[in-house]
């Protein structure tokens, strides 16, 4: 099945098969078998991305619902603005939960879209390919995507790091890129727990060279968490978990509930 994707090593189109990824070149990659392949080169040892512990953390919190509203405006976009048969990208896909909830609204409407999700935390894409295997999961970064040159249609980069000449590549010409940032009052409610003096986030409103505005969106809702054990989550998929004090961290573990806003900004820009 021809895909996307690209060889790592050499960069010529790969091949999916059952069980393996081939170039024209010999070049092969095994699937794993969680259902994904491994297309990160790197010398350097140890664990790249998130850990164990803040995937299990995100996936508990967010199958829970309290991020849904981004995730169905991100979808609402998705049917605006993706043509039929249209190609999606999500770089940096974690475990997938806006991924795989993009692909049930698409498909619900027939679009006939494809869509890959790669992660450079190993994992992230095994629970990603727990979540939907049809995803074509793959280990990689946003620095060296290993994705042939302008095949897609929309790139998601929701929260992962900002590789515009790499974006700028994989899209085609008119593609689209949807980036989804903290707004200013984002978990304001947590921060207080954490802080004496909780501080608001800043939000560029710069356009990234190459690109052209097309929507920007508001998302901000007051959100209610009654189970203790989804404050914990909350907490640990968030830079808080390691930038926070003994005694804040106390004070949030010792919550039995939380309100908080949640407040996000999508920004949808197209490549000129």
């Known amino acids: 099945m021809q895909t996307i994707y690209i060889c ?21 990659y095994d699937r794993a078998k969680e259902g994904y392949f ?9 664990t790249h991305g998130d850990n164990k512990e803040m995937i299990e953390a995100r996936r508990a919190f967010l199958d829970a619902g309290y991020y849904a509203p981004l995730s169905e405006a991100l979808n609402a976009l998705a049917l605006r603005y993706l043509p039929i048969g249209g190609i ?23 679009r006939g879209a494809k869509i ?16 939907r295997a049809d995803l074509h999961p793959a280990v990689a970064g946003v620095y060296d995507m290993p994705v042939q040159g302008e ?5 998601l980069n929701f929260f992962a790091p900002f590789a515009r000449e790499e974006i700028l ?6 593609g689209y890129l949807c980036m989804a940032v ?38 901000k809702k007051e959100i209610e968490i ?9 907490f640990a998929m968030t830079p808080y978990a390691y930038r926070t004090g003994k005694e804040g961290r106390e004070a949030v573990l010792a919550l039995e509930s939380l309100c908080t806003p949640i407040h996000f900004r999508l920004f949808l820009y197209q490549k000129k």
Do not use: M, Q, W
């Not at 999500?90 to 909830?101: L, P, Q």
């Not at 590549?169 to 008119?174: A, H, I, N, P, W």
């Open 88 to 110: 999606v990208l999500d770089g940096g896909a974690g475990e997938g939960y806006y991924t795989g909830r993009l692909a049930e609204s698409l498909a619900a409407e027939d």
């Open 151 to 155: 095949s897609v249609d929309l790139l």
């Open 8 to 28: 790592p090593k050499c960069k010529a189109p790969l091949v999916l098969a059952d069980r393996t990824a081939k170039c024209a070149a010999g070049h092969c």
């Open 226 to 234: 009654t189970d203790p054990l989804h404050i914990r989550a909350l």
């Open 182 to 219: 903290p707004e200013r009052e984002h978990l304001f409610g947590l921060k207080e727990k954490i802080y004496e003096d909780p501080y608001y986030n800043e939000v560029s409103e710069k356009i990234p060279e190459g690109f052209s505005l097309v929507e920007s969106i508001e998302i």
């Open 169 to 174: 590549r994989v899209l085609k010409k008119g």
């Open 38 to 46: 491994n297309l990160l080169l790197t010398s350097v040892g140890g």
């Open 116 to 131: 890959y999700a790669f992660d450079i935390s190993k994992d992230a894409v095994r629970r990603l390919a727990k979540r």
